[in-house]
DNA sequence: GCAGTAACTTAACGTTGTTAACTAAACATC
DNA sequence: GATGTTTAGTTAACAACGTTAAGTTACTGC
């Protein structure tokens, strides 16, 4: 009976080397920029090969996604959390940045791309809500727990519509920076400083009692290294201002 | 010499109906829903009548852009503005909101797609900057002045950072809302509340010193702080009370 | 040995954006 | 008034697209 398994093996490695080729390309091209044809190109199949594992290319790509977010929630869930939950917060603000400027246009395909409804999965069904997996889900938790550390203000409680409103904040940068960095019309500051600026509005804004700063700004000791964990590997890799990759 | 005239007029005209057909079918379908065919069919003009008009496809959207410009400065600036710099750009911030939401396929275009690199033209270079046509400067402006009437704490001193980042903060919400909202993995609050939620937190991250509060909503009392003669009222240009309503 | 399964190919359909070549009418010039 | 030029608009065509229908071919279970 190891035949079976042998076939199905070798068919997912042939549905693999569609998906690696399919992201590759749509890394650098963008969704339209692709096409299926040459995503057989790719792998030196013919272009129907592809429907045989994948509907269409709405499904392949939907596929992409899947995979997507669970990288998201690799970057974004990095090991050493720190313990304060502000300090959580933005942290994890930081990481989903890094995310959308380290795969700009998986970030397009996946919070910037108005999508025909998609039912859930069963495997998605499994991994909505669980912290360890849904990037959302550890989010809310991190608020959660400031909730409840008592350092929000006390009209503050609706842990969900804290979640959506500090994710909206971050995806404001970040897909603004994507979609209009280049316009010459407004004068941009660094990424860097705009995601630091918001997180330092938006979680301050949410406290309830304002930082108890000597001089020093939050903004520039949040930037510092200082923070706990210390994270040498961000501090080599900082946050290009322009999209980074061989975007074209 | 009304020859001349008369023909520049008349070709402007069918210009203009082209123009009219891709916003209507635009605004339904979306630009990749949208075919050069599709337009001329519409006006019942063959597709290749259109390239006497626009260089490309690209190009002709990107005009239907310029023109989106203007109306999200008309939606933008409405004639009534609070005095109070802070109500001002909560004001804004709920008029950007606004227009994104009556106009979401022309909002996807203007903000939430990565365009090819588009250069000036002269008649933009006329616009950028004057807050009466620009919505952004507009934007820059009541910043700038919230920041001289000495409402936001000292180390926010860069009105173009803190426009920006403004300006992310209510493109993430609606944005967001646009390419998310019906993805049923999160318990979405209404876009309403989302919205105040955002302009309450980011305004009150910016703010000196906390709003006093007895129990009244928040930040009605905004304008307490700092300057106690109020705001510079030599303020150049307040908002005009009759704006630019060119209907159309 | 034979029927069945299934991964994959070839050929084709209808659509897309865009170009080249052409028509026809209005104009300027002699 | 014939002539040549300009130009808005047309027809035909190209290459590329997503996708389907109808094969082909190789392996498997019986």
């Known amino acids: 009976m190891g035949v079976k ?10 549905r693999d080397k569609i998906l ?34 994948f509907a269409d290319k709405n499904e392949l790509f939907h596929e992409l996604c899947r995979e997507d977010f669970a990288r998201l929630q690799e970057v ?3 090991a050493e959390m720190p313990t304060d939950p502000i300090e959580r917060l933005r942290q994890i603000g930081r990481n989903y940045i ?15 791309t108005p999508h025909p409804p998609h039912e859930l999965h069963v495997e998605d069904q499994e991994i909505v809500g669980d912290p360890e997996v849904d990037a959302y889900a550890l989010l809310k938790w991190a608020v959660e727990a400031a909730i409840k550390a008592g350092c929000f203000r006390e009209e503050v409680q609706d842990a969900e519509l804290v979640s959506q409103t500090l994710w909206a904040s971050v995806h404001g940068v970040i897909s603004l920076n994507i979609a209009k960095c280049k316009d010459p019309w407004v ?4 990424l860097q400083d705009r995601a630091e600026m918001m997180l330092d ?22 930037a510092r290294p200082g923070a706990p964990g210390a994270r ?16 074209k």
């Not at 398994?5 to 042939?14: A, H, I, P, Q, Y």
């Not at 004068?187 to 660094?190: A, K, N, S």
């Open 5 to 14: 398994e042998r076939r199905e093996r070798e068919k997912s490695e042939t």
């Open 20 to 53: 690696d080729a399919a992201r590759e390309l749509f890394v650098t091209e963008g969704y339209e920029g692709v096409s299926m044809r040459k995503v057989a190109e790719k792998i030196e199949y013919s272009p129907t090969a592809i429907y045989v594992h």
């Open 76 to 78: 974004v869930a990095v």
């Open 98 to 112: 890094q995310f959308g400027m380290r795969f700009p246009n998986h970030y397009v395909f996946m919070f910037m």
């Open 187 to 190: 004068e941009w500051r660094p």
């Open 201 to 222: 509005v938006t979680l301050r804004g949410l406290l309830k009692s304002p930082p108890i700063e000597e001089k020093a700004p939050l903004l520039a000791a949040a």
């Open 232 to 247: 040498p590997s961000e501090e080599e890799a900082p946050i290009p201002a322009d999209l980074p990759t061989e975007e």
